[in-house]
């Protein structure tokens, strides 16, 4: 309920405006080298920071503590528990929203499931809860990083304003971790307006996943793009993902849509490196919409617990466009699914079981 | 790996030319009526038929036998396993493919991952498979009715070709399982002039889940969303999973794209009927995109497991359009989610306890 | 609820009286050769046989079918299904039991779980089941034999006739499977003994694991000696799991109880071969405690599903001592809990992922 | 791996010398009241004493901090997580162990696994690490008590020292939690001798939970007295686990050992409580042996890891009889099991579907 991953497995706890968030990752390979000079940075690209557009002004340090499994340095093969506090929840910003329903997130869903709210910004449901997956999923990519793989995203489009020229380096240090420098600023000004606007706006992150081999992911129920699926439609905010070229496959006929293959490898890439589930040994990319930010100051009809209506116009400090640090959390999730796979696979072949454990047939 | 779900459990076996096809549905209550004929009749929906637009011509009877769970037409809470026997392989068909690998079909990325391939007809990754599907599906549809709740599925794009007045009921009838049956002649047309070319063509299909309570889906990593995206990405050839608004999400403002609510419930429905991964309790709907089939008699560029380049044109018996029929995998899949969700519910809150054990506090 | 395992997967179905009893295996690794001879032998032996002492006169054949996921005898890494028909059951015998709780039997918590009962023969509490149990164990074996390990296991008692001279080669012939020749005529009379009064009698059973590396099981709730202790208590009748010297270390001192270690290796074995809940490379040994079939002759007070008081002789065909043929059970989840561990602990260490995928850092 | 059960999860983290050791409950039903004084003071009888007889002298407080999921003194549904301070750990003692494998622990066999080693008290195998069980074991019985059910635990047996007349009452207030308030003094005389000799000694403990329902446990692979089995087998130091007549059910007759039935229930309990792994409504019992604690002060032969031979007596602060304050364990992992069991068996009839979601067929 709380955890996500088969052979890597994360376990995620605690609240918007409670003592802080935290995570559990099992399943770490013993003898890995913890960076946590690199888990920081990762963390620190997923921070609400003033400067970031579209970013909320909560200010918070995310400092990533290490509470067990790395032992000087090193991971002894036991679980790595990462604990952020919070620091700057103001919860009385939430008061006057104990007993109302905020359109378009969590409230009234988890209140019909539970019975019971934590309202102080949203609490368990707020995005928050990200920063434990990215700090998790840095340790995955330290995982993939052992084999030469790498995981990259950026933001393809900003409402309707779409990237053409993608560079997943220019992306990093974009401020709104932009594909297309060339469309970032038209990109950057469509958030502002709708700040201006009292209003927030959706966003289409990309992921990007090189040095992956092939054979990675587990028929029929565990396939790779099916577990991409899952882990990153469970962001908050996202409302569709597409592996390779996704919905456009739809439109085409076969002839145009399989790709083809030479003795130096597929001659296209429509599969988005995923073939029957499993991975083809080519880059994996994938698409990711985000809807726009929920919380907006403009007015909004809605009810309270007791079925009452109500208006309201949210004040507290939010993304204006969710899908800016969205995108961080999809490279988290994206690094954790692949890094399972790769642990997961290991023994899918006899071959393997001799090749760690010495053939003695 | 060859097990879906929580606690309603699947298991599927089977090769598109071994024995046959075979599941075990595990977490079935005790109590529920199994109507056979309900379930067979879900299997003949997908069955192939040579009537049916876009279909293999492979005649199978598709006869599910219920080999375990099930004591004078009652479950008695032990697994269900359901075998349906392949009758009509025609393994020659595949002799030579034995060495070569299909564009657009899982044989390069599993052969990778096993180094061992059973080449006839896909083997285990056959969409054949998709009938234990249906199967069990049909199970949690009877696990559904028990509280009124039903799903529907229909075709609402083959290839460019778009329904607009979409009804569920009508496209039960449709022999493509068109929404629109105003469309329905364009888009059988465009099945058919693909496979006139030797070519498939690709479709979207609409899934419609009614009757569904609100608060069912687990926080933070066994979201409905997540799951339902898991299930449907998991069905062989689809490529994207958009709920409620899906990638139109993405283009909109905050307040265009949130659902504002009235005394008499939300006043749109962009959500899907799912916020923060729970139920809302108004209609869950997601769209599902298939590519087109990757089997097609127009020669492609491949290689053999030797790496030489080789040409094939694909023979054998195969859908060119494996959207049609894919719909109603759509539907069980998403059917057994949503049991899955409503039984994995049970215990939210301590007042399911109090209500099933008593209060003796 | 019906599967056992991690990574090397088991799920069963099937009743004592319906089609028959079944399993699929999964997570076997591709390439593995599927020996059936070898799969039916160790069917036959826990096979009910009319000249097995202690066993029940009902005559199945036990024929292993292998419904998928093998192709040309090799595991293609796809799941495999076993069935085995069931082909002498006498339901008949049970129709007066159709409303009456056997005492010792699963009769009456069923009932106040399910609500429904399959009374034949005990339905899926039937022992019966274990026939899928050997079936899959039988191949967990074959993966354990291409390291050059194997489990073997023997009748140490029957009621209190204890082997002192322990022989797990002599105990694969002897009709009882007795691991001391001298005292099998003395137990064999024990059983015939308990027959002849209408009556049954318990037994313990001893098993050993030879070959198995250091390194095995997952701390700190995947304990090899744990998941040993869940395997073993899980068949039918066992009452009592012990690892190594068992309940015996409870009366010793550190001092008489610690293996000390030499340059060649541990100087004693009282732990059993598991220290840390993890295998130290020494023989692994375990004993287990069945009580006596439940099912006697002799007439016993007990109630019908209405609460009257009522009593009952049971007919049927039962095996006098359920821990003789047990034993080969035993064999069977032993050898399903180490194969299991042997996969989980690939990856435990990132030499292993370089092993596997090439060092590429 | 280092999570425990299915419907209440339990996931640990944390060393005996790092920051502390922590866990995250997931599944807790929301609006369960979490009363906070109630877990400390479980954690205060497992908490090792200066004046607990059999305790190690490390001094730690062992308060319990609650980090997440509860919001106004209620659970909402969310993980609980809780982190538990290391103050008092000493690693200085443990400096001549960094190389030395300890005859008895985990230190041999975790190294083969994992290649690296937080020597330092143990690392993660400490048994410090029963802190976060128990701390969790008592908001499993919090649910437990939602239904009047309770477990209870208590001594047995110091060595072969056996109680006779077991009063789980006068247990509690114990020193050494002893049953047989007429021979703690004796029990008490052997763990000093032990002591005294630099020594260690075993104990066997007796779990007993009242109030449980008929029906909890499910079968088959996950069978009440199953995962009681590997509850308990996974403590620290358990080399035995028996349910209800344990051991001695294999030496009796069936007519001996059955427990008969009258309209006022059961005449006998020899089966603990548990049938066909089911419970049956009648107390559940357990006994479970615990080896004496491998740390001792006499010299011992060992290895060091080049395979050196070493010669060590181990200093540190240890308990002399790890068995007393591992019945406080015990406790809580029974708890933990029947908590999870009641859990999932929500679902089990389709009447409990009909009342929580009500009848709409």
New interface residues.
Partial sequence: ????GY?L???????SH???I?C?L??V????KIDETFIQSDLDRRKPKSDRVGSTKRNESDRA?I???V?EG????????I?IANENAKSGDYDELRDV?R????????F???????HRGG???SAR?SAARVGAGAIAKL?L????AKVQSGVL?I??VWGEKLDFNYAQTSPIFALDRYREAEQIAAIEA?RN?G??????VKILAS?I???????????L??????????I?AV?????????R???????????????SGF?TD???G????????TPIYATI????????H?T????DIR???REISIKGRHDSCV?VRGGVVCEAMTALVLADA??A?????????????????
């Fill in positions: 309920m709380n955890s996500f052979r497995r994360l376990t995620t706890f605690g609240e409670g003592a802080g935290g559990v099992d399943g390979p013993a003898g890995l503590q509470l067990s499994g032992f090193v991971c002894t093969g036991a679980p790595i528990a604990f329903f359109p378009g997130h969590a409230d009234f869903s988890w019909a499931k539970y019975g019971v709210r934590d609490g368990r449901s809860e995982i990083n052992e084999i030469g489009a409402g309707d709708a606007d209003d927030s706006i959706g966003a289409t040095g081999p092939a054979g990675l992911g587990e028929p029929l129920y565990g396939k793009d099916a577990k991409l699926a899952e882990a990153l439609m469970g908050n409302k569709a993902v597409e592996i390779g070229a996704g919905t496959a739809a439109a085409l006929r076969g002839s145009q849509n399989n790709d083809q293959i030479g003795s001659l429509n599969a988005g995923i073939l029957g589930g499993v991975s083809a040994g919409s985000f809807k726009p930010t929920p919380s907006i403009k909004q009809k809605t009810v079925a009452n209506e899908g790769l642990l696979n290991l023994g899918s072949k006899t071959a393997h079981i001799k090749a760690i454990y010495g053939d003695k047939k």
